[in-house]
Every structure is written in structure tokens, then in C-alpha cells.
């Protein structure tokens, strides 16, 4: 069993940044490959970013290439997500995931555990 918890959401003027936290506990986090994804009211759960335990491989959805960089520190089994240059449709809630799997996934079905999210809002 995986614990996450997110933290670091909250409200942005549209092109300013964020960052992101998920930490994680029980198991030996560094097991998993961690994944960003979040969620839009009205909208479906959609995939962000990714990780490989190891965090040498990293995915991104097009939407935030360039703008979003995922990362980890296993020696504090934290993920973090780096959110630059914030746009209006940014806004949603982020959650954290963990599967047991060396890489990321970009499927949410993919993923056996979940954090309870975080508030992302960015104003225009």
C-alpha cells in the first residue's frame, strides 16, 4: 500500500508558476513509476506527466510540453511538478499516481494508487 498526498496548489495570474508536491508513504515509493494527471470541471481525468522510478524517462502530454517538468527525489519519495508559463485551462485539480511499474504510464488505468488532489487555478 502507497500513501499520497499533494500539496502546492492554489491561485496564479495566467503566466506565473507553480510547484507541485506528492509525497508518499508505506511501501518504498521508489518502487513505482509516478504519474501526474488532473482533472477539469465537466471534464475527464487526463494525463499530464510521467516518471520512471529511477527518473531517468519522463513523458509529457502535448498540451504542457515545454511548459511542465516532472521530477523526483526517492530519497525523500517526493515527485514534484514544475508548472511554468500557467494558462487559464491549466485550471483543474492535480492528482498524484503511483503504479507498479518501472516507467510512467500515460493511461490513468494504469495506476494502482492515488492521492486526494490538489487546487490548481490560474486567473487571466
Known amino acids: 500500500q502507497v500513501e499520497l498526498v499533494e500539496s502546492g496548489g492554489g491561485l496564479v495570474q495566467a503566466g506565473g508558476s507553480l510547484r507541485l508536491s506528492c509525497a508518499a508513504s508505506?511501501?518504498?515509493?521508489?518502487?513505482?513509476?509516478m504519474g501526474w494527471f488532473r482533472q477539469a470541471p465537466g471534464k475527464e481525468r487526463e494525463f499530464v506527466a510521467a516518471?520512471?522510478?529511477?527518473?531517468?524517462?519522463?513523458y509529457y502530454a502535448d498540451s504542457v510540453k515545454g511548459r511542465f517538468t516532472i521530477s523526483r527525489d526517492n530519497a525523500e519519495n517526493t515527485v514534484y511538478l514544475q508548472m511554468s508559463s500557467l494558462k487559464p485551462e491549466d485550471t483543474a485539480v492535480y492528482y498524484c499516481?503511483?503504479?507498479?511499474?518501472?516507467?510512467?504510464?500515460?493511461?490513468?488505468?494504469?495506476?494502482?494508487?492515488w492521492g486526494q488532489g490538489t487546487q490548481v487555478t490560474v486567473s487571466s
Open positions: 508505506g511501501r518504498t515509493s521508489n518502487r513505482y513509476g
Open positions: 516518471i520512471s522510478k529511477g527518473g531517468v524517462v519522463t
Open positions: 499516481a503511483a503504479r507498479s511499474g518501472s516507467n510512467g504510464a500515460t493511461s490513468l488505468v494504469n495506476y494502482d494508487y
